[in-house]
């Protein structure tokens, strides 16, 4: 293989993010950040389920995958969730309970805040560029 071959990866599809308790964090992912569930397929073998969400209308999905000592919850997930508008998602989670960072704004960058699921799992919710 050359270097202009690769290895042919073309996207991103799913997004794992460690979760404790696969309902409580389906209600979270669905309920108050409004995502579809996509996916909710048994796992017999692994004693779980196989669980993908997104939000509406995007191709990229997130997997709520049961934690491990390999892969424990209540981790920094890296994930930037995108929003039309940052002042008024901040303060449509900060009403449902959902624990949401200061809201913050600095020249030449997007607004963006952080949020925690029930797991603790963080990840950053930012502004759309214009």
């Known amino acids: 293989m050359t270097d202009s071959e690769g290895p042919g990866i073309v996207g991103v599809s799913t997004i794992g993010i460690p979760v404790g308790d696969q309902d409580r964090a389906i209600a979270f992912y669905r309920d108050v950040l409004?995502?579809?569930?996509?996916?909710?397929?048994p796992l017999p073998q692994l004693?779980?389920?196989?669980?993908?969400?997104?939000?509406p209308g995007s191709e990229v999905t997130v997997a709520l995958v049961q934690a491990s000592d390999e892969a424990p919850a209540g981790v920094e997930t890296g994930i930037r969730f995108e929003t039309e508008d940052a002042e008024r998602a901040?303060?449509?989670?900060?009403?449902?309970?959902?624990?949401?960072?200061?809201?913050?704004?600095?020249?030449?960058?997007?607004a963006m805040f952080a949020v925690r699921d029930a797991d603790g799992n963080r990840f950053e919710v930012v502004e759309r560029g214009r």
């Open 47 to 55: 004693g779980s389920r196989w669980i993908m969400l997104a939000p």
């Open 34 to 41: 409004g995502f579809e569930v996509r996916v909710d397929a």
């Open 90 to 110: 901040h303060g449509s989670l900060r009403a449902t309970g959902a624990e949401v960072g200061e809201l913050l704004r600095w020249p030449g960058v997007p």
